[in-house]
């Protein structure tokens, strides 16, 4: 690597482009219909929609108590964070109930149906790896 003398930029073209970038704020998030019973707000800050982000997707997740979506199998790797309330995983073995202050991880290929059981519903973060996709999600009919 050539680096111009007196601290200059790099002169290698791609290093000029790392050396040049700046963090980009995401001011608002995109609101998503939810697939449910119930409607669920979800508001996508980095993703597919909001962001063109293909790698993963963060979305803040406000579900209502009774909500329930059909069950499904990601191609996705997908991490929640309960923020308040309650979620529940159903899995192929059984139920898994994820109260505020825990994290869970469905991982590619399993599936998963959530609901929010909870008298105060949940509010959660959720991280897919890759990024959520209708074409990728595959729900059940």
């Known amino acids: 690597m050539r680096v111009r003398e007196r601290g200059g930029w ?3 073209p791609r290093l000029n482009k790392l050396a040049a970038a700046m963090p980009t704020i995401i001011s608002t998030p995109t609101r998503i219909i939810a697939a449910g019973n119930k409607p669920k707000l979800i508001e996508e800050f980095i993703g597919r929609v909001n962001s063109g982000e293909s790698r993963l997707s963060i979305a803040h997740m406000r579900s209502p108590s009774g909500w329930v979506e059909p069950g499904q ?5 997908e991490f929640t964070l309960v923020l308040k309330g309650a979620l529940r995983v159903t899995h192929k073995n059984g139920v ?9 991880v469905a991982h590619a290929g399993e599936w998963v149906q959530y609901s929010t059981p ?8 959720a991280v897919c790896l890759p990024a959520f996709s209708p074409q990728t999600v595959h729900r059940d009919q």
């Open 10 to 12: 790099p002169t290698n």
């Open 73 to 77: 199998t990601p191609a996705f790797d």
């Open 96 to 104: 898994v109930d994820v109260p505020a202050g825990q994290a869970v």
């Open 118 to 125: 909870h008298p105060d519903g949940a509010e959660y973060i």
